[in-house]
């Protein structure tokens, strides 16, 4: 029973949540892996291309709850949701368009183009804080949680239950959904295959008669899609904070280096990882091992690895460790 | 006028040029193979018929159409196949995945046809049809490269030292092959380092020397020749 | 210097000078120090960039680390902290001591397959060994006075004293991360340093036993004058009669500006000096040509690596050093103002627009963007009030306009660093060799 209680504690505190949050995380990591397969460069602007698709979805949400359009028991946010995916692709390929083509056309090292990527972050940075503003901002409605803590321990007998909220449902599932899609894609059509063979060897593909232009228009419609995703689904999990994008670029960037740069398995592997890392060193366990160790006994302290401020260490930690170790990734990925 | 005919190529990368002068022809259903010592601009020869060179002086015509300004891909539609020396499969794709980025340009119902005709053709292509093309052994990956370039249908097929790195058994067996493909009436240039073996199936033959045709002939009279064996076929 | 050099830098004169005029000395000479500690960290980033082709994404970290050097040099010590905690503190620094000679000690003697597993288990072994002294010491140093201390204090030494440490410890944590992540694909190190500065500023907002966290130093000691001691001197009071200042607290306020201006020019000067000599120098030929083409560098027996790591400790220990000036000029260090736009990215856009590889051009760059950066403010504002301005001062969109105006510099930062790289990729001053640069130069 003490054993129970314990696995359904670290579930609730720490499955739950870290499968949300990498679900969440291999959306972005999926977007900047394509870009560093496809147009081979890290792409910085990234974080705000995500808080752009956000901030379009939740004025869309707004707009929508005053007309009083709801879908309840759902967040309103996902049927703003195409609107902010379109946001967000319109905005990337005009950032293409007048920025990085031209960059492409000149076969300019990836370092430039990280650079430039730097002033489009800029931009969509000044764009956000101008129309949205830099502080908080809350949208999400709907029912809250598909399972109580309460229920659930009703339901297994516990002491301890493990709720589920319905963000992270909706999370998981979009992301199944986004994933399965891509795969498919990538896998079975010959846009997805073109994608691939470009991302593999960039002359050979023009030899074929692939259209790069064409690839990578793909790859940011892509990208930009998976971005205004996971940027809402962040947003309804927590919250939406303009700032929080520029951070999450790390996580994002760690994941992507851990799979193997162009690998989108590999991204979703590297999510999942650091996602679970950074939740179970940030967890206090003293709970936990209260519950596995003798009755009435608890440990001293928190038994925490490391303080919640310092989740992104973990992040970096899992950067230099795959830098020093192994740096192609789990999966071989291209060393660009 | 020949099938493909680049008449007087001059031209290099950068300020000096590489190739002078330089005229290379083929014919439907023929082989023809260029060859030359080390630096002589064999390659280079080849890189400029396929339009990845810019030619000061000189005209590329394939099939009666001045193909001189076009860019390499888009010479592809107009019936040339290359394949690189170097980098040509798609080594994370499988291998029926490489044949399909060769029939990427084609829109016609023809193409499972062809590509039973490559499996035909190299039947090791068809067993492995599955599996990456990076896990192969370099004979392999070389059909693979050709298989990829023959899926676009060209009426001229480009090799650029296709034998490259690979054993005399391979070697045999890839010409042989090269010369099936030419009796289904393609026209085939060749560049290589063997010259000897590729004189012996060719049927004409482009000495190359320092950018500039030294001899140009049958492969058999080159073979014969005196001084082309003294100087080029070592004795 | 060129003509053109001499033009541009008679212009930022002139602009300055104008802010003097039309604004007030005090906003002139206030804008003139930020600018001057703008162009040191242009220099630093310069040196990185301009020099080598490396893409530092982490200046922020370096000049946070400056920063905390400056308090920790500077402010006194608190007696009672240490007092209460320094047994435990010393136990956490010789458990951490003994666990570094244990790891390296371990990694010499067991065989090579058990190096990882052995090292990770004694790595956790210490950091618990090193938690059951420090948790305890921080716990007691924090709550001591927390309202107006709460930490360890410093030194205690003059806070001059702290800029040249500063710029020893930025180089220790330069040193460590380029170890790391240099020799690799150029995208890891920007994506490293990225790293390495969010942890350094979360190690300044959190541990408030080091440095009080958000609740901020405030009053570190000063190495010019106070105004209020300046307002009640006898000579002060003359001086301002004799330069026929209307209010001595505005005379007072600009003299301590003149003395940090005269401070922060003289630092300028030395780290320039050493910068163009060392452009110069054998060493510099030999950084520029292992940048543009270093695979041929390489080739000829250079070890690309190590000169990579010195410029690149080089760079970071000038970002501290401006790190510390910083600190010092403000009086107070406040972890949370420490955001990547400002203190990395605005950088690289200075050295950008200035010219890649070229020091004068750095210095221009950090003085025009800093000055924008700071003007963009009221040019955002009245932009903001001019378009809207149809729309009647009732209107929520014009307010909301009005309100998001500030941020009408990351628009202007963008567009200057995307038309600096397209339009004149050399930038402003271009670097002095006719050979291509780092921005030029293709795949």
């Given at each position: 029973m003490e054993i129970l209680n314990a696995l359904a504690l670290f579930a609730n505190f720490v499955v739950v949540p870290a499968t949300a949050y990498g679900a969440q995380l291999a959306l972005g990591a999926l977007g900047v892996t394509l870009i560093f397969g496809i147009l081979r460069f890290a792409n910085f602007a990234h974080g705000e291309l995500m808080s752009f698709g956000t901030m379009i979805t939740i004025l869309v949400t707004w707009f929508l709850q005053n007309m009083g359009v709801s879908i309840a028991p759902f967040p309103t946010a996902l049927l703003a949701l195409p609107i902010g995916v379109l946001a967000a692709i319109s905005m990337a390929l005009v950032t293409d368009r007048m920025v990085f083509r031209f960059y492409r056309k000149q076969r300019s090292n990836p370092i430039v183009f990280a650079i430039v990527s730097v002033g489009v972050m800029f931009l969509i940075a000044g764009i956000?804080?101008?129309?949205?503003?830099?502080?908080?901002?809350?949208?999400?409605?709907?029912?809250?949680?598909?399972?109580?803590?309460?229920?659930?321990?009703?339901?297994?007998?516990?002491?301890?239950?493990?709720?589920?909220?319905?963000?992270?449902?909706?999370?998981?599932?979009?992301?199944?959904?986004?994933?399965?899609?891509?795969?498919?894609?990538?896998?079975?059509?010959?846009?997805?295959?073109?994608?691939?063979?470009?991302?593999?060897?960039?002359?050979?593909?023009?030899?074929?008669?692939?259209?790069?232009?064409?690839?990578?228009?793909?790859?940011?419609?892509?990208?930009?899609?998976?971005?205004?995703?996971?940027?809402?689904?962040?947003?309804?999990?927590?919250?939406?904070?303009?700032?929080?994008?520029?951070?999450?670029?790390?996580?994002?960037?760690?994941?992507?280096?851990?799979?193997?740069?162009?690998?989108?398995?590999?991204?979703?592997?590297?999510?999942?990882?650091?996602?679970?890392?950074?939740?179970?060193?940030?967890y206090a366990f003293k709970k936990f091992l209260a519950y596995l160790g003798p009755t009435d006994w608890a440990p001293e302290g928190l038994v925490q690895l490391l303080s919640t401020d310092y989740k992104f260490a973990v992040s970096f930690i899992i950067l230099v460790a795959v830098l020093l170790i192994r740096p192609t990734g789990i999966i071989r990925g291209k060393v660009i | 006028m020949s099938f493909l005919s680049a008449t007087g190529m001059t031209g290099g990368y950068g300020g000096t040029d590489i190739l002078h002068d330089c005229t290379i022809t083929v014919e439907k259903g023929e082989v023809a193979v260029v060859v030359g010592p080390n630096g002589a601009g064999k390659s280079t020869a080849m890189k400029a018929v396929f339009g990845m060179l810019n030619l000061r002086e000189g005209s590329v015509v394939l099939d009666g159409k001045d193909i001189t300004s076009l860019a390499p891909q888009d010479r592809v539609p107009q019936g040339m196949g290359f394949v690189p020396q170097n980098r040509n499969v798609f080594v994370s794709m499988t291998v029926e995945e490489n044949l399909d980025m060769g029939a990427f340009i084609r829109d016609d119902d023809g193409i499972e046809e062809t590509k039973q005709q490559i499996f035909d053709l190299f039947p090791i292509l068809g067993e492995k049809r599955n599996q990456p093309a990076g896990e192969l052994s370099g004979g392999q990956r070389q059909q693979v490269a050709v298989g990829r370039a023959l899926m676009t249908r060209p009426k001229l097929l480009m090799l650029d030292e296709p034998t490259a790195g690979v054993s005399p058994i391979v070697m045999d067996e890839l010409f042989d092959k090269i010369l099936e493909v030419a009796k289904t009436g393609v026209a085939i240039l060749m560049v290589e380092q063997n010259a000897r073996q590729a004189l012996e199936i060719a049927d004409h033959g482009f000495v190359l020397v320092q950018g500039r045709n030294r001899f140009t002939d049958t492969g058999e009279a080159l073979l014969a020749n005196e001084e082309v064996r003294r100087s080029f076929l070592g004795g | 210097m060129t003509k053109r050099v001499a033009l541009l830098y008679g212009l930022m004169c002139l602009v300055l000078i104008a802010i003097g005029f039309l604004q007030s000395w005090n906003?002139?000479?206030?804008?003139?120090?930020?600018?001057?500690?703008?162009?040191?960290?242009?220099?630093?980033?310069?040196?990185?960039?301009?020099?080598?082709?490396?893409?530092?994404?982490?200046?922020?970290?370096?000049?946070?680390?400056?920063?905390?050097?400056?308090?920790?040099?500077?402010?006194?010590?608190?007696?009672?902290?240490?007092?209460?905690?320094?047994?435990?503190?010393?136990?956490?620094?010789?458990?951490?001591?003994?666990?570094?000679?244990?790891?390296?000690?371990?990694?010499?003697?067991?065989?090579?397959?058990?190096?990882?597993?052995?090292?990770?288990?004694?790595?956790?072994?210490?950091?618990?060994?090193?938690?059951?002294?420090?948790?305890?010491?921080?716990?007691?140093?924090?709550?001591?006075?927390?309202?107006?201390?709460?930490?360890?204090?410093?030194?205690?030494?003059?806070?001059?004293?702290?800029?040249?440490?500063?710029?020893?410890?930025?180089?220790?944590?330069?040193?460590?991360?380029?170890?790391?992540?240099?020799?690799?694909?150029?995208?890891?190190?920007?994506?490293?340093?990225?790293?390495?500065?969010?942890?350094?500023?979360?190690?300044?907002?959190?541990?408030?036993?080091?440095?009080?966290?958000?609740?901020?130093?405030?009053?570190?000691?000063?190495?010019?004058?106070?105004?209020?001691?300046?307002?009640?001197?006898?000579?002060?009071i003359s001086l301002a009669n004799f330069f026929g200042a209307n209010e001595v607290s505005d005379a007072a306020g600009l003299f301590v500006k003149l003395c940090y201006a005269v401070l922060f020019v003289v630092v300028l000067a030395i780290i320039m000096w050493f910068a163009e000599r060392a452009l110069k120098s054998p060493w510099g030929r030999m950084m520029r040509a292992i940048r543009d083409n270093r695979d041929a560098a390489a080739a000829m027996g250079k070890d690309v690596k190590r000169r990579h790591l010195q410029t690149f400790v080089l760079g970071c220990a000038v970002c501290g050093i401006a790190g510390a000036m910083l600190t010092t000029l403000d009086g107070q260090l406040t972890p949370t103002s420490y955001i990547p736009l400002r203190y990395t990215f605005l950088i690289w856009v200075m050295v950008i627009l200035g010219g890649s590889g070229n020091n004068w051009g750095s210095i221009l760059g950090g003085f025009i963007i800093w000055f924008l950066w700071v003007e963009a403010e009221p040019f955002g504002n009245w932009f903001m009030t001019t378009i809207t301005a149809p729309l009647g001062e009732q209107s929520e969109l014009a307010q909301h306009l009005v309100a998001g105006a500030a941020y009408m510099r990351y628009l202007m930062m963008g567009a200057i660093l995307l038309v600096v790289m397209r339009f004149a990729p050399k930038g402003l001053i271009p670097e002095a060799t006719n050979r291509s640069t780092a921005m030029t130069r293709s795949s």
């Open positions: 956000i804080r101008i129309v949205i503003g830099p502080a908080d901002q809350s949208f999400a409605d709907g029912q809250r949680f598909i399972i109580g803590a309460f229920d659930s321990r009703r339901a297994l007998g516990l002491d301890e239950g493990i709720a589920i909220k319905q963000s992270q449902l909706i999370t998981v599932v979009v992301t199944a959904v986004v994933v399965a899609w891509l795969f498919w894609f990538l896998q079975k059509t010959r846009s997805g295959k073109a994608m691939r063979a470009y991302s593999d060897d960039e002359d050979l593909a023009l030899l074929s008669g692939i259209n790069p232009e064409r690839v990578v228009m793909i790859c940011w419609v892509i990208a930009a899609a998976l971005a205004a995703i996971a940027g809402t689904l962040y947003g309804l999990d927590k919250t939406y904070k303009p700032f929080i994008f520029l951070q999450i670029l790390l996580p994002i960037f760690a994941a992507t280096i851990l799979g193997g740069i162009g690998q989108p398995v590999g991204a979703i592997l590297g999510a999942f990882i650091v996602a679970f890392s950074e939740v179970t060193v940030t | - | 906003v002139a000479f206030g804008i003139f120090n930020l600018c001057v500690i703008s162009a040191v960290m242009a220099l630093g980033v310069n040196m990185q960039w301009g020099y080598a082709g490396l893409f530092n994404v982490g200046v922020m970290g370096f000049t946070a680390l400056g920063g905390l050097t400056a308090v920790l040099v500077s402010m006194p010590p608190v007696g009672e902290a240490w007092s209460v905690a320094g047994g435990d503190i010393a136990l956490s620094v010789l458990s951490l001591v003994a666990t570094i000679v244990a790891v390296i000690y371990a990694r010499r003697v067991v065989p090579p397959a058990l190096k990882l597993p052995v090292t990770i288990i004694l790595l956790l072994a210490g950091y618990f060994l090193i938690g059951v002294f420090f948790g305890p010491a921080t716990d007691a140093i924090e709550s001591i006075d927390p309202a107006l201390s709460g930490y360890l204090g410093g030194a205690g030494l003059p806070v001059l004293v702290a800029w040249p440490i500063a710029g020893l410890v930025a180089a220790g944590a330069g040193w460590l991360i380029g170890r790391i992540a240099l020799g690799l694909r150029a995208d890891y190190l920007a994506i490293a340093t990225l790293g390495i500065s969010e942890i350094i500023i979360a190690i300044i907002k959190y541990e408030e036993w080091l440095s009080r966290g958000v609740k901020n130093v405030t009053g570190i000691p000063r190495p010019v004058p106070y105004e209020v001691d300046l307002i009640e001197s006898e000579w002060f």
